[in-house]
T-cell receptor
Framework: GEDVEQSLFLSVREGDSSVINCTYT??????LYWYKQEPGAGLQLLTY?????DMKQDQRLTVLLNKKDKHLSLRIADTQTGDSAIYFC???????????FGTGTRLQVFP | DADVTQTPRNRITKTGKRIMLECSQT?????MYWYRQDPGLGLRLIYY???????NKGEISDGYSVSRQAQAKFSLSLESAIPNQTALYFC??????????????FGEGSRLTVL
């Protein structure tokens, strides 16, 4: 199937690290993505990783890719209240070239 | 002005009514998409179009139809709305050139309530 799975909720204290996990289905996906949706808004691309990479770091964000287990994670260091949002992972389906999204993880940051 | 504009932003309608959600973009992208968002289910693809003459069904196309009137315009219709079509609908665009990552650019969403 085309299921991309994530846990629904994550709650962290401000200043701690957040780790959001995702499992995907298409082992031939060329790119995997993390999108962020703030309240009342559409989704915006946060970061992406090319499938031949294991890790990508971008300021406070670290993306880890385990192709063997089809597992993608997003680590946010020093989590701030402004990071509170829904985070979606997504993969490109190689045979159709369409983007499939996960269920989304709602990150809540408390002081 | 937003690059991807959806109208209406909010709509309340009754069961059986015909509804059209419109999307226009100024990004010059060939590819356009309609998704719906439901709590706990994430985003699910309804229809997508890779150019003006190309229309494809997504995961949940039943009960919906689309029209790609021009490169910049992609509309979604519900011929006879039913309550389980109550959701937040997103239009998105992308430009999947050879070196492009395939990033999607989203509109701000259209919230539809069917009573």
């Amino acid at each position: 199937g085309e299921d991309v799975e994530q846990s629904l909720f994550l709650s962290v204290r401000e200043g701690d690290s957040s780790v959001i996990n995702c499992t995907y289905t298409d082992s031939s996906s060329t790119y995997l993505y993390w999108y962020k949706q703030e309240p009342g808004a559409g989704l915006q691309l946060l970061t992406y990783i090319f499938s031949n990479m294991d890790m990508k770091q971008d300021q406070r964000l670290t993306v880890l890719l385990n192709k063997k287990d089809k597992h993608l994670s997003l680590r946010i260091a020093d989590t701030q209240t402004g990071d509170s949002a829904i985070y979606f992972c997504a993969e490109i389906m190689r045979n159709t070239d369409k983007l499939i999204f996960g269920t989304g993880t709602r990150l809540q940051v408390f002081p | 002005d937003a690059d991807v504009t959806q109208t209406p932003r909010n709509r309340i309608t009754k069961t059986g009514k015909r509804i059209m959600l419109e999307c226009s973009q100024t990004k010059g992208h060939d590819r356009m998409y309609w998704y719906r968002q439901d709590p706990g289910l994430g985003l699910r693809l309804i229809y997508y179009s890779f150019d003006v003459k190309d229309i494809n069904k997504g995961e949940i196309s039943d009960g919906y139809s689309v029209s790609r009137q021009a490169q910049a315009k992609f509309s979604l219709s519900l011929e006879s709305a039913i309550p389980n079509q109550t959701a937040l609908y997103f239009c998105a665009t992308s430009d999947r050139a050879g070196t492009d990552t395939g990033e999607l650019f989203f509109g701000e969403g259209s919230r539809l309530t069917v009573l």
